[in-house]
Every structure is written in C-alpha cells, then in structure tokens.
C-alpha cells in the first residue's frame, strides 16, 4: 500500500484536498505544480494511473527524441463533449463548462507532455473553471494556451486491455488495465532481451 512506498521511497505527495475521484483534476494540477516547482528543466512528464502497463524505453526511444516544446500526445480523444445527464459519472453542467464540444485531450491513463507545459498548464489553469475530468480540462489548458496535442500512431496508447504479449508490448507504450500484481509478474520477463521479435 502507499503507506509502505512512503516509507521505503518518501515519493508520496499530499496537498489539502480530499482524494476523491471528483477532486482528480486537483490531484493533476498538483503534480503540474510539483513539476514546475522542483523539476523546472525536466524534459518531459509522464502522467500515468497505476492500473497501466507502460513501456517507457519505448515511448522515449521512438517519441521523445529529439526534445520537444509545447509537445503533448497520449490516446487523443477528438469530437466529444459534456454529458449533461446528472445520471452519469461524468456529468458536467452547463454552468460548469458551456460549450457542446471539449477540444482534443488525451485519454487520463496515460499521456506525456514536455517539461515545459507543466507550468504554462499550471498558470493558465488558475484562469479557468475547474471540471472534474482532468484529462479533459488538460486538454481545455492546452485550448486556451493555444497549443495543440500530437497524434500518436494507433494501437501505442490503449485504452483497453489487451492481453500480455511480449513482442507485441515491445512495440506499444500503455495498455490501460494492468493490475499491480500482474505488472510485478510480468515484468521480469518484458525486461529480458526481445532478440526473437521481429521489428
Ligand atoms: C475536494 O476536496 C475538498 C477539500 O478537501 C473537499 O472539501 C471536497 O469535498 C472535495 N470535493 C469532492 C467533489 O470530492
Ligand atoms: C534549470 O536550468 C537553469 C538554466 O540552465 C539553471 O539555472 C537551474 O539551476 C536549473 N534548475 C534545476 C532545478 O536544475
Ligand atoms: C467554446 O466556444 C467558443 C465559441 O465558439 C470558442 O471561442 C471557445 O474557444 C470554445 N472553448 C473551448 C474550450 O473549446
């Protein structure tokens, strides 16, 4: 448990505001803020859930060289908008965010962006109405600093599970899904040498 990590790593951060699923685009600004902060020239930020496999050697290798500015890209959700069904999980109201559209955002389990957006993300956000999706209201910072996401290839980001295969996971970054104990499991053997998968 987090307890535990704390305890072994000190990598547990807090802030004063209950960790709730509706408080989640608090959690983000939180780290958006940690990073422009304490990590000011990191070259990039990885945003990730824990129930995701990800391939960093990878994403890094074929996506983040050479060093990008004002560069984000995960699963790019384009053409969707606001439930305004108080029904859902995810209703937002009018008041809250008006127009029928969210600009293009990537999908929350897993998105990267340069280090540099982390404090343009963080300011710009003061200025705007909070919505309880934070990868949808990143998208919304991203809108209004006038900086557009990256598409990413299809099948590297995913947000379904797609069950465990070496040579095919070599050559993806996320697969959403992937439990703790799973990861732990399988690890060891993604992190042995992939001689026999064809590029
Ligand atoms: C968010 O955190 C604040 C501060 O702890 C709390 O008062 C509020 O109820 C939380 N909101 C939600 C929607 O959980
Ligand atoms: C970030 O880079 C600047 C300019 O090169 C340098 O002055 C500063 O010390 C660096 N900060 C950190 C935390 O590494
Ligand atoms: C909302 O709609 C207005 C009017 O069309 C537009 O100017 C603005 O950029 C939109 N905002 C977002 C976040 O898409």
């Known amino acids: ?69 004002n560069f984000m890209t995960g699963y790019i959700y384009r053409n969707t908008g606001p439930l305004r069904n108080k029904g859902y999980k995810w209703y937002v109201p009018h008041e809250v965010y008006p127009n029928n559209t969210y600009p293009p955002y990537c999908g929350g389990p897993g998105y990267v962006l340069s280090g540099d957006l982390a404090s343009k993300i963080y300011a710009v956000a003061q200025t705007l109405s909070i919505i309880n999706m934070e990868d949808v209201f990143m998208g919304i910072c991203l809108h209004a600093l006038g900086i557009s996401v990256t598409n990413s290839p299809w099948g590297v980001f995913n947000m379904y599970r797609i069950e465990y295969e070496k040579c095919r996971f070599s050559r993806l970054v996320m697969v959403h899904h992937y439990e703790p104990q799973q990861l732990l499991k399988l690890w060891p053997g993604f992190q042995e040498p992939k001689m026999t998968c064809h590029r």
């Not at 807090?14 to 020239?41: A, I, R």
Request: hydrophobic fraction near 40%; include cysteine.
């Open 1 to 69: 448990g987090w307890a535990l990590s704390d305890l072994l790593h000190h990598d547990i951060l807090q802030q004063d505001f209950l960790d709730t699923y509706n408080n989640l685009t608090l959690k983000t600004l939180m780290g958006m803020e940690w990073v422009s902060k304490h990590c000011p020239n990191a070259s990039y930020v990885m945003k990730a859930d824990r129930d995701v496999f990800l391939n960093l050697g990878y994403l890094v290798q074929q996506f983040l060289i050479p060093p990008k500015k």
